[in-house]
């Protein structure tokens, strides 16, 4: 197994001059191997979110160390970190830049982690390559190629945010509730993209959800949360014996 991403005694302290200061991380202790797709579970404020700014860099951590790829990145600023990590989040407001199109958007995600200027040449080069990835999606989208992204439905603005986060193969993809804010039926389209394209692509990826069901059938393991400690780490063979009923138990063990 190799490892993509570490964190060694990952902590956290939050201090605001009133209250006792607290670790809203505390000690954490995780290895992602290439290929693992990890789903993350934990009630509101366990610390999920804090995680995922630990590892791309919007959070830096009091104590403990970040590796990516065997080099230490516990200093590293987030948009150096962006040349290796992806985000999607709740919000699909926030993967995508509303006044610029949809393949202008693509183009961006291609030159992500690199030069940020935008080439006519270059979007007529991708055009055809931008329709095509849009059309396997089967929302509609590759008909509103040069529609600005701000005119599109959540669902597809989300579709969008989740293919430009996957076009360059990130060494690690960070899906934070990204089905969260979508109606069921849409949920679960981008749920099925979303496996297409880590299978696919063979991707390492870490989604936090809190829909039990898709904690259980996607992924070869999962982690629980709970006050900013990992609780529970079950691979592979753990993990596919897993029921709903196990994981409802083990939510309310965990719970106060
Ligand atoms: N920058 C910050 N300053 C102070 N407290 C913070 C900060 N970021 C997070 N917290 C606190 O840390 C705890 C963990 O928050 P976090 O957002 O990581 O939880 P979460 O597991 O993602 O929750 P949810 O499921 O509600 O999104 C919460 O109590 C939160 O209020």
Known sequence: ????????????????????????????????????????????????????????????LSSGTVTLGGNDMTHLREEKRAAYISRVFQDPKMGTAPRMTVEENMLLALHRGKKRTLKKRELKENRDYFKELCAQIGNGLERHMTSPAGNLSGGQRQALSLLMATMTKPDLLLLDEHTAALDPKTARQLMTLTNERIQENQLTCLMITHRMEDALTYGNRLILLEKGEIKLDLHAQEKAKLTLPDLLLFFEETED
């Open 1 to 60: 197994m190799t490892p993509v991403l570490t964190i060694q005694n990952g902590t956290k302290i939050i201090q605001n001059g009133v209250d006792e200061p607290r670790n809203i991380l505390n000690k954490i202790n995780l290895t992602i191997n290439k290929g693992d797709f990890i789903t993350v579970l934990g009630g509101n404020g366990a610390g999920k979110s804090t995680l995922f700014n630990a590892i791309t860099g919007t959070l830096s």
